[in-house]
């Protein structure tokens, strides 16, 4: 998690457990048993009972005593063919994200049965591991399991009507397509395109206060990356122009043409501005099916094109960047910011993949960092000022590792920032709310119901983490500070378990100081909830921190009305989060907005209703299930399956819930 030290370092962490404790044995569950994420797409999860000894600590016991990849701890490129041949029991391996495991030792100590994990034996099983439980941290459980990189074979499309030409050269590790050599730009080189090896199994932290791209997870460039200067080339008409550039993808002799210059619209102010633009299409098809390309590569994210391009415009005070997307509606939340010295990514959100702009700016730039985006939403500006008001940028400036990519979400490497906890307020007697100041050069709006995770260390764990939903300040809209609408600012509420992992170390957190918190987790798909006129919210405990950002968003629309129903189970009134806020909400927005409160072990002077979550407590005022109708589960897993088997019972199918 780095030195301790309040900062703005951004790292990253694999080698992390989370924070619940599994039966009473004081060790980490995966993930937590008071996690939301137990009931993930409203689908329930099977356990089986283990043999005793086979717990997550004696897992934790062997795996952290021993080697148990069985090829004595050097790692393996395995092709797709060796890997087939280990999907037996007593010699079962699997593929997740690009790396391969030997899960036979695991297998007695899998939550869910030897049966279960033998169904990825032999294969890739990222897709049923994502399915199932996308947020188990399997780096941390499986390090001393790790056989090596599953090698990749990229096998180009048919291109009918064209000769057969050699294959390209091989490269391991980052490939960038350089640069026709003719064309010549006004910016710094690209990064070098040399091999990247990464033989340890630690991530790549960055020391000295740069943004922290793993090299665990380098990226196969497709795609152009003209440091901000897209170039339109046209592709090869001719077989003989595709053989003469079969060592560098990109043809030759390009024509580069001059691309609009920026909307007048944009730029308000009446100083000099100057740019550079040019547009870049990348070249046409493939080769025969034959060609393949066989890449040995370090865990490769999925790459796609498409019509995403950069482009840059100064006047004597300010630097705009412009992200042109042809994608409608992007706002804020689909923007997370970072700069640190002269270095600068951005990060913009488009659904499941991720498009980046970073750069060593040409200058410095001050921590002020305003974002806009056009009356469509397709077009994003982000305005930097000069710290040397009046002194002319010959370029935008140098491209790093991510310039220009777009990548899949589920690949990207969940970074951390250091931030500085601004304040606490005890919310119930084992629930704090913090607030969170990110780094001065960051910027992140997340999403409702969206979390991100928090990271500490841990005596006797090493580095946990533990995901959180930020919660709005406050649930009165007149409330909310200007450092959430500025993106600077996040609120966190952490019930304390005395005896947790990670939330005694949150729990002793003051005023001051570090607390390293990630990206906000992109994967996360929840329901269209616009879409539907009635929604209800069946949460326990913490599990009630979605709501409050859900709910207000809800209710803030004027576009479409929606009837709100909150279930909220606790098991004493001094459990209950928020409950003044909650009847001034409810008080408000009268005519939309019903919360239940009910208490399993409740004192002589209550007068609500009891009980735990059974079909008789909520049937009376949960809505009709219908195709506009959505209920949201949160809870303790033990809740959600009992909330679940409720809905179904009353005719709810599985596209009408949801489980956190």
């Given at each position: 998690m780095g030195c301790g030290r309040v900062g703005c370092a951004i790292t990253t962490v694999t080698n992390t457990t989370n924070d619940e404790m599994s039966g009473n044995l004081g060790v980490p569950a995966f993930p937590a048993l008071a996690s939301p994420q137990r009931a993930g797409g409203g689908k329930s999860r099977n356990k089986v009972a283990l043999k005793p000894g086979r717990s997550l600590m004696d897992w934790i016991r062997l795996s952290k005593s021993k080697d148990l990849s069985g090829t004595g701890g050097r790692l393996q490129n395995v092709t797709p063919e060796e890997l087939a041949k280990h999907d037996k029991e007593g010699d079962v391996w699997t593929a997740i994200r690009g790396k391969v495991y030997n899960v036979t030792a695991y297998a007695e100590y899998h939550p869910g049965g030897a049966d279960e994990l033998m169904r990825a034996a032999g294969k890739d099983g990222t897709d049923l591991f994502n399915e199932v439980h996308r947020w188990v941290n399997y780096e941390s459980m499986l390090e001393s399991c790790l056989v090596g990189r599953l090698r990749t074979t990229l096998q180009a499309a048919t291109n009918a009507g064209t000769p057969k030409r050699k294959p390209p050269k091989v490269q391991t590790g980052f490939l960038k397509p350089p640069l026709p050599s003719t064309l010549k730009l006004p910016q710094a080189p690209l990064p070098s395109t040399s091999s990247v090896e990464n033989t340890g199994r630690k991530p790549s932290t960055s020391s000295e206060g740069k943004l922290g791209n793993s090299s665990e997870r380098p990226v196969t460039m497709i795609q152009d990356n003209t440091g901000g200067i897209p170039v339109t080339i046209a592709a090869p008409e001719t077989a003989q122009d595709e053989c003469d550039t079969v060592d560098n993808p990109w043809p030759i002799n390009p024509k580069p043409s001059k691309a609009?210059?920026?909307?007048?619209?944009?730029?308000?102010?009446k100083d000099s501005i100057s740019h550079e633009s040019v547009t870049v299409s990348p070249p046409e098809a493939a080769p025969n099916e034959e060609d393949a390309m066989d890449i040995s590569v370090n865990a490769v994210p999925?790459?796609?094109?498409?019509?995403?391009?950069?482009?840059?415009?100064?006047?004597?005070k300010h630097v705009t960047i412009v992200v042109y997307t042809k994608r409608k509606g992007l706002t804020r939340e689909n923007v997370i910011l970072d700069k640190i010295?002269?270095?600068?990514?951005?990060?913009?959100?488009?659904?499941?993949?991720?498009?980046?702009?970073h750069v060593e700016l040409e200058g410095e730039v001050t921590d002020k960092i305003n974002v806009s985006f056009g009356a469509s939403g397709s077009k994003l500006d982000v305005k930097l000022t000069k710290v040397d008001a009046g002194r002319k940028w010959a370029g935008l400036g140098s491209p790093l590792d991510m310039d220009g990519r777009l990548v899949s979400a589920g690949d990207?490497?969940?970074?951390?920032?250091?931030?500085?906890?601004?304040?606490?307020?005890?919310v119930t007697h084992d629930t704090v709310l913090f607030c969170v100041r990110l780094p001065p050069g960051s910027r992140m709006w997340v999403p409702a119901g969206h979390h991100v995770y928090v990271c500490g260390e841990v005596s006797g764990f090493g580095q946990v983490e533990r995901p959180y939903t930020p919660v709005p300040s406050s649930l009165s809209p007149a409330q909310v500070g200007p450092g959430e609408e500025q993106g600077v600012v996040l609120y966190l509420m952490i019930k304390v378990y005395t005896q947790g992992a990670l939330t005694p170390v949150?729990?002793?957190?003051?005023?001051?100081?570090?607390?390293?918190?990630?990206?906000?987790?992109?994967?996360?798909?929840?329901?269209?909830?616009?879409n539907f006129t009635s929604i209800a919210f069946l949460v326990a405990g913490t599990g009630f921190t979605p709501v409050p950002g859900l709910v207000t968003w809800l209710l803030s629309r004027d576009d479409r009305k929606v009837d709100i129903t909150v279930f909220f189970f606790n098991k004493q009134?001094?459990?209950?989060?928020?409950?003044?806020?909650?009847?001034?909400?409810e008080q408000r927005h009268a005519e939309r907005l019903k919360v239940i409160h009910v208490l399993s072990d409740p004192g002589r002077e209550w007068t609500g209703r009891t009980g735990r979550i059974r079909r008789e407590v909520v049937?009376?005022?949960?809505?009709?299930?219908?195709?506009?109708?959505?209920?949201?589960?949160?809870?303790?897993?033990?809740?959600?399956?009992?909330?679940v088997k409720v809905l179904q019972e009353m005719g709810y199918q599985d596209s009408m819930y949801y489980g956190f």
């Amino acid at each position: 998690m780095g030195c301790g030290r309040v900062g703005c370092a951004i790292t990253t962490v694999t080698n992390t457990t989370n924070d619940e404790m599994s039966g009473n044995l004081g060790v980490p569950a995966f993930p937590a048993l008071a996690s939301p994420q137990r009931a993930g797409g409203g689908k329930s999860r099977n356990k089986v009972a283990l043999k005793p000894g086979r717990s997550l600590m004696d897992w934790i016991r062997l795996s952290k005593s021993k080697d148990l990849s069985g090829t004595g701890g050097r790692l393996q490129n395995v092709t797709p063919e060796e890997l087939a041949k280990h999907d037996k029991e007593g010699d079962v391996w699997t593929a997740i994200r690009g790396k391969v495991y030997n899960v036979t030792a695991y297998a007695e100590y899998h939550p869910g049965g030897a049966d279960e994990l033998m169904r990825a034996a032999g294969k890739d099983g990222t897709d049923l591991f994502n399915e199932v439980h996308r947020w188990v941290n399997y780096e941390s459980m499986l390090e001393s399991c790790l056989v090596g990189r599953l090698r990749t074979t990229l096998q180009a499309a048919t291109n009918a009507g064209t000769p057969k030409r050699k294959p390209p050269k091989v490269q391991t590790g980052f490939l960038k397509p350089p640069l026709p050599s003719t064309l010549k730009l006004p910016q710094a080189p690209l990064p070098s395109t040399s091999s990247v090896e990464n033989t340890g199994r630690k991530p790549s932290t960055s020391s000295e206060g740069k943004l922290g791209n793993s090299s665990e997870r380098p990226v196969t460039m497709i795609q152009d990356n003209t440091g901000g200067i897209p170039v339109t080339i046209a592709a090869p008409e001719t077989a003989q122009d595709e053989c003469d550039t079969v060592d560098n993808p990109w043809p030759i002799n390009p024509k580069p043409s001059k691309a609009p210059f920026p909307d007048a619209a944009s730029v308000q102010e009446k100083d000099s501005i100057s740019h550079e633009s040019v547009t870049v299409s990348p070249p046409e098809a493939a080769p025969n099916e034959e060609d393949a390309m066989d890449i040995s590569v370090n865990a490769v994210p999925t790459v796609t094109r498409e019509a995403l391009r950069y482009d840059w415009f100064q006047s004597d005070k300010h630097v705009t960047i412009v992200v042109y997307t042809k994608r409608k509606g992007l706002t804020r939340e689909n923007v997370i910011l970072d700069k640190i010295g002269r270095e600068f990514q951005l990060c913009l959100i488009l659904g499941e993949q991720q498009y980046s702009v970073h750069v060593e700016l040409e200058g410095e730039v001050t921590d002020k960092i305003n974002v806009s985006f056009g009356a469509s939403g397709s077009k994003l500006d982000v305005k930097l000022t000069k710290v040397d008001a009046g002194r002319k940028w010959a370029g935008l400036g140098s491209p790093l590792d991510m310039d220009g990519r777009l990548v899949s979400a589920g690949d990207c490497v969940r970074k951390y920032r250091a931030c500085l906890v601004e304040s606490r307020t005890e919310v119930t007697h084992d629930t704090v709310l913090f607030c969170v100041r990110l780094p001065p050069g960051s910027r992140m709006w997340v999403p409702a119901g969206h979390h991100v995770y928090v990271c500490g260390e841990v005596s006797g764990f090493g580095q946990v983490e533990r995901p959180y939903t930020p919660v709005p300040s406050s649930l009165s809209p007149a409330q909310v500070g200007p450092g959430e609408e500025q993106g600077v600012v996040l609120y966190l509420m952490i019930k304390v378990y005395t005896q947790g992992a990670l939330t005694p170390v949150l729990g002793a957190l003051q005023p001051g100081d570090r607390l390293d918190v990630s990206d906000y987790d992109t994967t996360l798909a929840l329901p269209p909830l616009v879409n539907f006129t009635s929604i209800a919210f069946l949460v326990a405990g913490t599990g009630f921190t979605p709501v409050p950002g859900l709910v207000t968003w809800l209710l803030s629309r004027d576009d479409r009305k929606v009837d709100i129903t909150v279930f909220f189970f606790n098991k004493q009134e001094r459990d209950v989060l928020w409950r003044e806020q909650l009847e001034e909400l409810e008080q408000r927005h009268a005519e939309r907005l019903k919360v239940i409160h009910v208490l399993s072990d409740p004192g002589r002077e209550w007068t609500g209703r009891t009980g735990r979550i059974r079909r008789e407590v909520v049937e009376n005022d949960l809505p009709a299930p219908g195709p506009v109708t959505m209920a949201m589960v949160c809870g303790p897993i033990q809740f959600n399956q009992a909330a679940v088997k409720v809905l179904q019972e009353m005719g709810y199918q599985d596209s009408m819930y949801y489980g956190f």
